[in-house]
T-cell receptor, first 111, second 117 residues
Framework: SQQGEEDPQALSIQEGENATMNCSYK?????LQWYRQNSGRGLVHLIL?????REKHSGRLRVTLDTSKKSSSLLITASRAADTASYFC???????????FGKGTKLSVIP | DVKVTQSSRYLVKRTGEKVFLECVQD?????MFWYRQDPGLGLRLIYF???????EKGDIPEGYSVSREKKERFSLILESASTNQTSMYLC????????????????FGDGTRLSIL
């Protein structure tokens, strides 16, 4: 069952601009993860944020988590054409082995 | 680096055939997963395995079975392929978390684009 929902479904920006993607989910979680998928390839893990964390950074990526609103955001700063990809959030409810993925945000960065 | 290898990038089969998709990981991961990805539907979990010879149904197991005889290998079997099983199939693996539900990052193969004619 789909738990995470990304917003927007598609986003087009100029190189150098910041890109923000949002994820909402329905049930309590242990952690939330973000993945990137280049066209025709598998998913690549970007960052994991635990339910007791509010913000996490990794290079040009910044992830926030608001468990009271059941939402997360992924910010990519100073975007590059190579950032063009689909981005997915994934959640894992307590007591489950599964990750549940959203449908993704398709990001296009125009050179 | 973790490497998850799927046996084929592209595969074309006929309706009614028995189809095997193979996945091998080289990082001694306990957990392995099979997903299918369709436009507008995202990733959907078919089956997963948390140990050798163990398997659990995911969200859409109908028409599929799996086999995990060795820790590094997880096979997806389409018992009698049908056209609605045309899709991108993704295999993933992960190490086991400290507690049930504490999922670790998953490492994905590059996928098999399967067409059933």
């Amino acid at each position: 069952s789909q738990q995470g929902e990304e917003d927007p479904q598609a986003l087009s920006i100029q190189e150098g601009e910041n890109a923000t993607m949002n994820c909402s989910y329905k049930t309590s979680i242990n952690n939330l993860q973000w993945y990137r998928q280049n066209s025709g390839r598998g998913l690549v893990h970007l960052i994991l944020i635990r339910s007791n964390e509010r913000e996490k950074h990794s290079g040009r990526l910044r992830v926030t988590l608001d468990t009271s609103k059941k939402s997360s955001s992924l910010l990519i700063t100073a975007s590059r054409a190579a950032d063009t990809a689909s981005y997915f959030c994934a959640t894992d409810p307590p007591g489950s082995y599964q990750l549940t993925f959203g449908k993704g945000t398709k990001l296009s960065v125009i050179p | 680096d973790v490497k998850v290898t799927q046996s084929s990038r592209y595969l074309v089969k006929r309706t009614g055939e028995k189809v095997f998709l193979e996945c091998v990981q080289d990082m001694d991961h306990e957990n392995m997963f099979w997903y299918r990805q369709d436009p507008g539907l995202g990733l959907r979990l078919i089956y997963f395995s948390y140990d050798v010879k163990m398997k659990e149904k995911g969200d859409i197991p109908e028409g599929y079975s799996v086999s995990r005889e060795k820790k590094e290998r997880f096979s997806l079997i389409l018992e009698s392929a049908s056209t609605n099983q045309t899709s991108m199939y993704l295999c993933a693996s992960s190490t086991r978390g400290m507690t049930l539900g504490s999922n670790q990052p998953q490492h994905f193969g590059d996928g098999t684009r399967l067409s059933i004619l």
